[in-house]
């Protein structure tokens, strides 16, 4: 569901409209039947449009609740019962991209602090007790600060974000698109909420994927300095209770983290990566986008992880593997190359 706080109303559009400015068939339903946002499958509304591409979200297309999907003619086997209206596409993903330009303009969305230029805070903002605010700080329309919260010189927080109690802004930083909790301790130059990177890949031209999600930092977080954290797509990017992120950490939209990880310096995770609760990850990390990674997992530093991780588990290297295995090969190359050099008079 698209946050009202953050995003404006979407513009509605008959399926009839919609269908014509993608030139796409209606496979079934009403050309009159009004559409105004956009959605997952499984979170979709009669207003929503929402689109299949990957067979491994076929139960979720099963029972979604969507006015309107959006589907290749290969796939429309995969359909078991859809009462709602079919528009055939070569390109799902592309054309959902421009849809949700269409009814979310990309100029709304990239507009932080519209309407502040000329004040430092917004009279519609709501400032707790004993809140200290920096030199040049900007704090937009509907935000809400909690009490005892200290906002840095020239940190920006965007319109209906929230702030909780005792937390702490860095020095220029930027919070958009957020909702953050109690006691969380954002250093100097952290950004917060901007749209993640996705693109429709398409050889005529790569298609913008509005980001209408948000950031959701729960209570007694800490983010280190040069962090980024980009909001959803359409869920939200999620930074658990008690995690800690050092300096340089980079989180793509739709990651959820855990409650009390611990990640080091320079670690990157990649799009709706999933990582359960307690998971230790040393520094220069790789995370593909699309895993999980199980509860209380270790990842030890410079490792690339490809593939899920069972909860508990130890991995190392790259790819990341069970450390055990990995010191056992990295112990088997080294004899390896002192036997040949042994051999080779070298």
Same mark, same amino acid.
């Given at each position: 569901?698209?946050?009202?706080?953050?995003? !404006?109303?979407?513009?509605?559009? /008959?399926?009839?409209?919609?269908?014509?400015?993608?030139?796409?068939?209606?496979?079934?339903?009403?050309?009159?039947?009004?559409?105004?946002?956009?959605?997952?499958?499984?979170?979709?509304?009669?207003? @929503?449009?929402?689109?299949?591409?990957?067979?491994?979200?076929?139960?979720?297309?099963?029972?979604?609740?969507?006015?309107?999907?959006?589907?290749?003619?290969?796939?429309?086997?995969?359909?078991?019962?859809? !009462?709602?209206?079919?528009?055939?596409?070569?390109?799902?993903?592309?054309?959902?991209?421009?849809?949700?330009?269409?009814?979310?303009?990309?100029?709304?969305?990239?507009?932080? =602090?519209?309407?502040?230029?000329?004040?430092?805070?917004?009279? @519609?903002?709501?400032?707790?007790?004993?809140?200290?605010?920096?030199?040049?700080?900007?704090?937009?329309?509907?935000?809400?600060?909690?009490?005892?919260?200290?906002?840095?010189?020239?940190?920006?927080?965007?319109?209906?974000?929230?702030?909780?109690? +005792?937390?702490?802004?860095?020095?220029?930083?930027?919070?958009?698109?957020?909702?953050?909790? @109690?006691?969380?301790?954002? $250093? !100097?130059?952290?950004?917060?909420?901007?749209?993640?990177?996705?693109?429709? !890949?398409?050889? /005529?031209?790569?298609?913008?994927?509005?980001?209408?999600?948000?950031?959701?930092?729960?209570? $007694?977080?800490?983010?280190? =300095?040069?962090?980024?954290?980009?909001?959803?797509?359409?869920?939200?990017?999620?930074?658990?209770?008690?995690?800690?992120?050092?300096?340089?950490? $980079?989180?793509?939209?739709?990651?959820?983290?855990?409650?009390?990880?611990?990640?080091?310096?320079?670690?990157?995770?990649?799009?709706?990566?999933?990582?359960?609760?307690?998971?230790?990850?040393?520094?220069?990390?790789?995370?593909?986008?699309?895993? $999980?990674?199980?509860?209380?997992? +270790?990842?030890?530093?410079?490792?690339?992880?490809?593939?899920?991780?069972?909860?508990?588990?130890?991995?190392?290297?790259?790819?990341?593997?069970?450390?055990?295995?990995?010191?056992?090969?990295?112990?088997?190359?080294?004899?390896?190359?002192?036997?040949?050099?042994?051999?080779?008079?070298?």
């Amino acid at each position: 569901m698209v946050d009202s706080r953050f995003y !404006p109303p979407g513009k509605p559009f /008959s399926i009839t409209e919609l269908a014509g400015f993608l030139d796409a068939e209606i496979k079934q339903g009403d050309g009159n039947a009004s559409i105004n946002g956009v959605s997952t499958l499984l979170d979709a509304s009669q207003s @929503d449009i929402v689109f299949y591409n990957d067979a491994k979200y076929k139960d979720d297309m099963a029972v979604t609740r969507a006015g309107a999907l959006l589907i290749s003619p290969r796939d429309l086997e995969d359909i078991s019962y859809l !009462p709602a209206a079919i528009l055939l596409v070569d390109n799902p993903y592309k054309s959902y991209a421009l849809i949700a330009q269409k009814i979310f303009p990309l100029q709304a969305q990239t507009k932080p =602090v519209a309407g502040v230029q000329t004040e430092q805070i917004h009279p @519609d903002a709501v400032i707790g007790l004993n809140v200290e605010i920096g030199y040049g700080a900007v704090i937009g329309a509907g935000a809400e600060i909690g009490d005892e919260t200290i906002i840095g010189a020239n940190a920006v927080i965007g319109p209906g974000c929230v702030i909780g109690r +005792r937390s702490t802004i860095g020095a220029n930083s930027v919070v958009q698109f957020a909702l953050i909790g @109690d006691e969380v301790h954002i $250093h !100097p130059n952290v950004s917060i909420g901007q749209d993640g990177f996705g693109y429709a !890949p398409d050889f /005529s031209g790569h298609v913008k994927i509005p980001q209408l999600g948000r950031v959701i930092i729960q209570s $007694h977080v800490s983010i280190g =300095v040069g962090s980024d954290i980009d909001r959803g797509t359409l869920t939200d990017t999620v930074i658990g209770e008690g995690t800690k992120l050092d300096n340089q950490v $980079h989180v793509a939209h739709n990651v959820h983290i855990g409650r009390h990880c611990l990640i080091a310096g320079q670690v990157g995770f990649a799009g709706s990566s999933i990582i359960e609760d307690y998971v230790m990850s040393g520094g220069q990390v790789a995370f593909n986008g699309h895993i $999980h990674v199980g509860k209380g997992a +270790r990842i030890l530093g410079a490792s690339v992880v490809v593939k899920n991780i069972p909860a508990g588990e130890e991995v190392a290297g790259y790819p990341a593997r069970s450390s055990s295995h990995w010191r056992k090969e990295t112990a088997l190359l080294s004899r390896l190359l002192k036997k040949r050099k042994t051999i080779n008079n070298e």
